[in-house]
């Protein structure tokens, strides 16, 4: 499943509940619920720029690997063997 579309149905259950809260408490919650919306959409929006961004790095990263895979082993295979002497000092 995508981040996107849990974010759509995350947005929209929100946006759900607070129509089930205002008939419940009234209308003097109309500026509560607006503010609540906006904080979501902007949420929403971070978000999406978050996964684009993360989109972008994961296919550079994936380019690079794939234009010096034995570099990549190499330098895969050093962290290993230095997380590896860290972990076993303690």
Known sequence: MNLADDLDKLVTAAESLLREEVKAAGDHTDAVRER???ALHRACGHLHAAQ???GSRARRVDQAVRSHPWESIATVGIA???LGMLVRRR
């Open 36 to 38: 609540t919306r906006e």
């Open 52 to 54: 684009e961004e993360l």
């Open 80 to 82: 290993a063997f230095l």
